[in-house]
């Protein structure tokens, strides 16, 4: 065997094996969207039994604050705190889109927190805003606070529709950018392979392989837009709970109560999808680590695309699905998907 057709069978063999990570990436994505498909009916049922019972306690406490503010409101407050954390546990829209964004476009570990914390933030202030406005300001009737509250839902969910088709396009588009650099010599030069059988790989060790991510990759979809995209898709959806305490607060009055639990919740919600955002972060800086000793940097760039054209793909079906199976009837006083 010549040294050419050698040198071109290692690296066929060490490219087939760069691909395990992504492939047990998308195996794992196809098991759990199987689990959630067979539990997801169950899942639903038994989170609006317990936000059901959740919300009575917080009617319970808001009562008492009325009766004895200064006594009963920390305990309001320290309450709404709990119920965030709680509430963001149960499935909800936000909770997919964030961790399709960040499993699919590598980023910084602060950028992603900025991004939870912003757009749990957004949410609370939404359901604050439109129920101030609607309430307070143009003296609406709660039926029409709560059509209102759906039409924002329905604009999230076009949101993610649209957000799911820039980033594909992006994806497209820089997989075709990095392709035509590859077809020109001049432009770039790509090694696929160590010819040392015992090179030590590391940060600077000139073997043409990408073992990180390289800064325009961390900068991939990290622009204004598309983080404005992801807090809107995630936040624009105003909470059902804070919702239902705003509106609650404001009959028995003690709207101001309702506000600094609505905030409350809000900060709640913010601690429990920061900490996916962290996990999905590791996990995915993990699965980078252990696919690039023998990534090469053309492989490690078009696998990013398409990853980022999968999650955009992911973003448009779920999209498209809730919002196709919308519906202006509250069911228990919550929506699936409330988070």
């Known amino acids: 065997m010549s040294m050419n057709t050698r040198e071109r069978a290692l690296r066929q063999r060490h490219w087939l094996i760069s691909l395990w990570p992504l492939a047990l990436f998308l195996l794992l994505a196809v098991i759990a969207g199987q689990m959630m ?30 009766a004895e503010p200064r006594s009963a409101g920390l305990s309001l407050v320290a309450f709404s705190l709990v119920y965030g954390v709680l509430h963001a546990v149960g499935p909800g829209h936000g909770k997919i889109v964030i961790t399709t964004y960040l499993a699919t ?26 129920v101030t406005l609607m309430l307070q300001i143009f003296k609406l009737s709660s039926r029409q606070l709560h059509q209102s509250s759906f039409w924002l839902e329905r604009g999230s969910f076009i949101i993610v529709m649209l957000l799911g088709g820039m980033l594909c396009w992006r994806a497209l588009r820089r997989g075709y950018r990095v392709w035509q650099k590859h077809q020109n010599p001049t432009a770039v030069t790509i090694h696929s392979i160590s010819p040392l059988p015992d090179h030590q790989y590391h940060a600077h060790c000139g073997c043409g392989h990408q073992h990180m991510p390289s800064d325009e990759q961390l900068q991939a979809g990290a622009d204004w837009l598309t983080q404005m995209a992801v807090v809107l898709a995630m936040g624009l959806r105003p909470c059902s709970g804070a919702i239902l305490v705003l509106l609650f607060s404001k009959v028995i009055g003690v709207f101001g109560w309702g506000i600094l639990s609505a905030l409350a919740m809000a900060a709640g919600t913010s601690l429990t999808i920061s900490l996916i955002g962290v996990l999905v972060h590791y996990s995915r800086s993990l699965a980078v680590r252990l696919s690039a000793p023998r990534a090469s940097a053309l492989w490690s760039s078009l696998s990013w695309s398409l990853l980022a054209f999968v999650g955009g793909a992911i973003l448009i079906a779920v999209g498209y699905l809730l919002y196709s199976s919308g519906s202006t009837e509250m069911i228990g006083g919550i929506r699936p998907f409330a988070r």
């Open 37 to 66: 498909a067979h539990y997801w009916p169950r899942i639903l049922i038994e989170s609006i039994v317990f936000q059901k019972q959740l919300h009575q306690q917080m009617a319970g406490l808001l009562q008492q604050v009325k």
């Open 105 to 130: 476009h590598p980023s910084r570990l602060k950028s992603s927190l900025k991004l939870t914390l912003l757009a749990s933030l957004v949410q609370g202030v939404v359901a604050i805003v439109l």
